[in-house]
């Protein structure tokens, strides 16, 4: 069965740190794409960063652009989102996905963030 | 990287016919056949629907279909059946290797 299972998320102060990690399962990981995407209480999706399937090239929303960091360790098939100096907005649901034919068609349950001091 | 616009509500009753517009500009929507639609039941996670623009991924119902003039790009889902209520949300490629969502619509099936 094609999976993704997201963990990592919890609580963190504004300004600390945490890593998300996506582990894949029943697919060739290293030949796609990723996407972390989030959502925050009550609100609409929102695209945070992506990943090209060597994990040499990266793109990020701006409002995450030198705090956050996407990362994939393909001989593990794990993705990571590693989040530095968050703040209270950080605070969402996040969804890592595949993309295939610019479209992203399988999605992770999500892991909670929830950023608070 | 400005949210795609999307009326924040639509509706219909089971067997009509429903359309949910998604607005963007010629950076995004009007300039890439690169839309895709989501369909999110509440506490889910979403699911594609829809991808470059008019293409369904395999198990998709075929009540479920996509466009694009210039740049709105619309889903229409005919046929309405009450599974069909959900949160709907288009997306697309940004020039500047960007992704940008709509804000969202809720579809309600009367």
């Known amino acids: 069965e094609v999976q993704l299972l997201e963990s990592g998320g919890g609580l963190v102060q504004p300004g600390g740190s945490l890593r998300l990690s996506c582990a894949a399962s029943g697919f060739t990981f290293s030949q796609h794409w990723m996407y972390w995407v989030r959502q925050a209480p009550g609100k609409g999706l929102v695209w945070v960063a992506r990943l090209n399937n060597e994990g040499t090239s990266t793109t990020y929303a701006d409002f995450v652009k030198g705090r956050f960091t996407i990362s994939r360790d393909n001989t593990k098939n794990t993705l990571y989102l590693q989040m530095n100096n968050v703040r209270a907005e950080d605070t969402a649901q996040y969804f890592c996905a595949r993309n295939v034919a610019h479209g992203l068609d399988v999605w992770g349950q999500g892991t909670t963030v929830t950023v608070t001091s | 990287q400005s949210a795609l616009t999307q009326p924040p509500s639509a509706s219909g009753s089971p067997g009509q016919s429903v359309t949910i517009s998604c607005t963007g500009t010629?950076?995004?929507?009007?300039?890439?056949?690169?839309v895709s639609w989501y369909q999110q039941h509440p506490g889910k996670a979403p699911k594609l629907i829809i991808y470059?623009?008019?293409k369904r991924p395999s198990g998709v119902p075929a009540r479920f279909s996509g466009s694009k003039s210039g740049s709105t790009a619309s889903l229409t889902v005919s046929e309405l059946q009450a599974e069909d209520e959900a949160y709907y949300y288009c997306?697309?490629?940004?020039?500047?290797?960007?992704?940008?969502f709509g804000g969202g619509t809720t579809l309600t099936v009367l």
């Open positions: 010629g950076t995004d929507v009007g300039a890439y056949d690169f």
């Open positions: 470059e623009v008019i």
């Open positions: 997306s697309s490629f940004v020039a500047g290797d960007y992704w940008v």
